[in-house]
T-cell receptor
Framework: GQSLEQPSEVTAVEGAIVQINCTYQ??????LSWYQQHDGGAPTFLSY????GLEETGRFSSFLSRSDSYGYLLLQELQMKDSASYFC???????????FGPGTRLSVLP | DAGITQSPRHKVTETGTPVTLRCHQT?????MYWYRQDPGHGLRLIHY???????DKGEVSDGYSVSRSKTEDFLLTLESATSSQTSVYFC????????????FGPGTRLTVT
């Protein structure tokens, strides 16, 4: 089966840079996705990596190393509104459904 | 935002009663999913559908059934609700099997007393 690990909590201050790591175990790999979820809200898609390297989307970047079964989400110029939970996700062995990590709660302090 | 609605948004019910949650989409996406979210567990897949009348089980399907009679509607039924099914339920859609992005509905908070 698949399993993903993320730190449960991360704290940083406004304007800082924070990295949220994700390690995964899966027999078939179809890419790593990241989602953001604010308290009381729905998850929303942030980024996707199918190949090794860095993908940049504004203040957010996502990195993947398939040889290390590892990825991270990098948030720059942190803002208070970035306080949320962040989930990594991979597709299952058949490439059909997503398996989500337990989530990392990011708290941005003033 | 993708057109996904869920109803009801909140529900309190008693143990042993049947409950049906509805997910409605206006995007004409083929794939629809039901997840439950509990603290410390992230999102866990209950059932999914890959077309009208085509459904399959997910990771935590025991105690749940689904139906999809139209492209736009995906129903989740708890035949006899238990307190362990108290959770937040999210519906999601994706365009096809290869899509890497899922769009989520606003969620339904279900409490079983």
């Amino acid at each position: 089966g698949q399993s993903l690990e993320q730190p449960s909590e991360v704290t940083a201050v406004e304007g800082a840079i924070v990295q949220i790591n994700c390690t995964y175990q899966t027999s078939g790999f179809y890419g790593l996705s990241w989602y953001q979820q604010h308290d009381g809200g729905a998850p929303t898609f942030l980024s996707y990596n199918a190949l090794d390297g860095l993908e940049e989307t504004g203040r957010f970047s996502s990195f993947l190393s398939r040889s290390d079964s590892y990825g991270y989400l990098l948030l720059q110029e942190l803002q208070m509104k970035d306080s949320a939970s962040y989930f990594c996700a991979v597709r299952d062995n058949y490439g059909q459904n997503f398996v989500f990590g337990p989530g990392t709660r990011l708290s941005v302090l003033p | 935002d993708a057109g996904i609605t869920q109803s009801p948004r909140h529900k309190v019910t008693e143990t042993g009663t049947p409950v049906t949650l509805r997910c409605h989409q206006t995007e004409n996406h083929r794939y629809m999913y039901w997840y439950r979210q509990d603290p410390g567990h992230g999102l866990r897949l209950i059932h999914y559908s890959y077309g009208v009348k085509d459904t399959d089980k997910g990771e935590v399907s025991d105690g749940y059934s689904v139906s999809r009679s139209k492209t736009e509607d995906f129903l989740l039924t708890l035949e006899s609700a238990t307190s362990s099914q108290t959770s937040v339920y999210f519906c999601a859609i994706s365009e096809d099997k290869q899509a890497y992005e899922q769009y989520f509905g606003p969620g339904t908070r279900l409490t079983v007393t």
